[in-house]
């Protein structure tokens, strides 16, 4: 399969809207992105109902549909959309969300007909708050980065950084739905039992070594039914979309917990995702070839396909920024800690979906998947603290003279995601971002 058959007229680089923001390049939501998200006007009483980002616009899904000028798939679609959560829609499957789009792109376009009716169903990003897309009913997080995995697998175990399942299954736990939110919000510092390596005995108090992950957050669309698993050849079009998900890490808590089992308090006290989803249609231009180094255990067959070998990797820049409480006071800008790209994902999204089935899981519709933690090859495009700090051992030093190993109280972390090319127009995520409180 080539990428040229993944795309459509919805993806056609000379479109442009009448919403004049949109065009203006560099803007992360021209008309060849429309992302999904639940909002409403900030601070109103008023119902949360689906949106799409159109330039600095929202379009008022619930308000669309009340317009009377779609119909078919497109106007069943828009109904599922002006529920307060997009869990219906995602489960209507893809050629639902691919009228939908194609519908969206039609009426947004210069020249629609249904401008005037449209022009009344915008809202202005910056007057609304936003809700979680949808009821995540599960949440698995992935561990499919293989630079992190070494990364932290040298500091935790310096004789055998990469378990040796590593590189035949694609790693993952089940994580806590309930303490998934949305970005904009903030958390305290989680407590919990840690035990430094030359105490005798554990200790109880607020984590000293709070950490973000850079992921990327995969959202399940239509569902599977149990003991019948995905292949991977349809798993994508079980991908609803992908955002952006910071999933908070209590390393010192972690460290004392995590043997046998793995991560539990550690992780289960806040994770934050972008309010944005990127629907895996909109991402069709940025999809590029997998492969596996040849001196690595090739995948198992279930797991591997020609499509998946051509096209199974998205192209996503991945950038963390701090924001320090002392740099808020001096109003200056956020610094940019590392640059990262999902390409260098060991494993794809197909993958684990496909892996994650295959024992007859069922996935429902809203599930969500935390990709792990994404870092680079170099030093400076990991993923999180630990790595940029070698374990607390090398404090980052910031433009302010300020440092960190460990984020501190008062810290708000910063994510981006962008993906550019050439003869594409590019397109973005929004932001996720929280910051620290200090512990209860």
């Known amino acids: 399969m080539s990428n040229h058959s993944l795309l459509n007229e919805t993806h056609d680089p000379q479109l442009t809207s009448w919403v004049e923001s949109a065009n203006v390049p560099g803007n992360e939501f021209p008309i060849q992105n429309l992302p999904f998200a639940i909002f409403r006007v900030k601070g109103s009483s008023e119902n949360f109902r689906g949106g799409v980002a159109i330039g600095d616009q929202v379009l008022d899904l619930a308000a669309a549909q009340a317009s009377g000028i779609f119909e078919g798939i497109a106007q069943q679609a828009l109904a599922a959309c002006s529920k ?54 599960d949440y698995t997080d992935f561990y499919t980065s293989i630079h992190h995995a070494t990364s932290v697998g040298k500091k935790f175990r310096p004789d055998n950084p990469l378990l040796p399942n590593y590189k035949w299954v694609p790693i993952g736990y089940h994580g806590r739905a309930s303490s998934i939110e949305v970005s904009g919000g903030s958390f305290k510092r989680p407590k919990g039992q840690t035990k430094a390596p030359t105490a005798t005995e554990p200790s109880f108090g607020p984590c000293k070594r709070l950490d973000y992950e850079l992921e990327v957050g995969i959202f399940v669309g239509q569902g599977n039914d149990l003991g019948s698993a995905i292949t991977i050849d349809k798993a994508e079009d079980h991908v609803f979309g992908l955002c952006l998900f910071n999933d908070w890490s209590a390393r010192d808590i972690q460290g004392w917990e995590y043997q046998p089992l793995g991560p539990f308090l550690s992780k289960s006290f806040a994770s934050t995702i972008s309010p944005w989803i990127v629907t895996t249609e909109a991402l069709a231009p940025f999809k590029s070839s997998w492969t596996r180094d040849e001196n690595d255990p090739q995948p198992m067959p279930y797991l591997e396909s020609e499509q998946n070998r051509a096209l199974g990797s998205f192209d996503i820049e991945l950038q963390v920024y701090l924001e320090t409480e002392k740099m808020r006071a001096n109003s200056e800008a956020a610094v940019k800690l590392s640059q990262s790209n999902f390409n260098d994902s060991y494993w794809t999204v197909a993958q684990m979906v496909t892996h994650h089935t295959v024992n007859g899981c069922n996935l429902r519709a809203g599930d969500m998947f935390g990709s792990g933690t994404q870092s680079g090859p170099k030093p400076e495009e990991a993923g999180s603290l630990l790595e940029l700090s070698n374990a607390g051992s090398e404090p980052v030093s910031l433009p302010n003279g300020e440092t960190r190993t460990f984020l501190e109280d008062g810290d708000n972390v910063i994510m981006k995601g962008y993906c550019q090319k050439a003869g594409a127009v590019s397109i973005g995520f929004g932001l996720v971002e929280a910051k620290v409180l200090p512990a209860e």
Request: charged share 15%.
């Open 84 to 137: 307060d959560q997009l869990n219906d829609f995602m489960a209507m499957g893809k050629e639902a969300w691919s009228s939908l789009r194609a519908a969206l792109s039609k009426a947004l376009a210069v020249g629609s007909s249904a401008q005037a009716q449209l022009t009344n169903c915008l809202v202005v990003q910056a007057d609304v708050e936003y809700a979680l897309p949808c009821r995540i009913g």
